[in-house]
C-alpha cells in the first residue's frame, strides 16, 4: 500500500506563487512515476504533469506550460509542483497520484490518490 500526502494550497492572488509538495510513503518502489492532476469546479479532473523516480517528465497540460515546474527530491520521496504567474482559471483541488506505469497514470488510472488541497487563485 502507498500512501500520498499533499500540502502546500491555500489562497494566493493572480499573479503569484505556490509550491505544492506530495510525500509517498508506505510501498513506494511500486510507483515509477507520479503526477499532478487538478480539478476545478464543475469541471473533470485533469492532467497536469509528471516526472519518474529517474527524473523524465511528461509533457505539461498546454494550459500549465511555461508556468508550472514538476520535479521531485528521491531522498524524501516527494514530488513537488511549483505554480507561478497563477491565474483565477488555475483554481481546483489539485490530487498527487502514483503508479507503475506512464499510461495509467496519464489517462487517469493510476493506483494511488492522494486526498488532494486546495488551491484558489482570486483576481
Known amino acids: 500500500q502507498v500512501q500520498l500526502v499533499e500540502s502546500g494550497g491555500g489562497l494566493v492572488q493572480a499573479g503569484g506563487s505556490l509550491r505544492l509538495s506530495c510525500a509517498a510513503s508506505?510501498?513506494?518502489?511500486?510507483?515509477?512515476?507520479m503526477g499532478w492532476f487538478r480539478q476545478a469546479p464543475g469541471k473533470e479532473r485533469e492532467f497536469v504533469a509528471a516526472?519518474?523516480?529517474?527524473?523524465?517528465?511528461?509533457p505539461y497540460a498546454d494550459s500549465v506550460k511555461g508556468r508550472f515546474t514538476i520535479s521531485r527530491d528521491n531522498a524524501k520521496n516527494t514530488v513537488y509542483l511549483q505554480m507561478n504567474s497563477l491565474k483565477p482559471e488555475d483554481t481546483g483541488v489539485y490530487y498527487c497520484?502514483?503508479?507503475?506505469?506512464?499510461?495509467?497514470?496519464?489517462?487517469?488510472?493510476?493506483?494511488?490518490w492522494g486526498r488532494g488541497t486546495q488551491v484558489t487563485v482570486s483576481s
Open positions: 497520484a502514483g503508479a507503475f506505469e506512464t499510461a495509467r497514470l496519464i489517462r487517469g488510472t493510476p493506483s494511488n
Open positions: 508506505g510501498r513506494t518502489a511500486s510507483i515509477y512515476i
Open positions: 516526472i519518474s523516480w529517474s527524473g523524465g517528465t511528461t
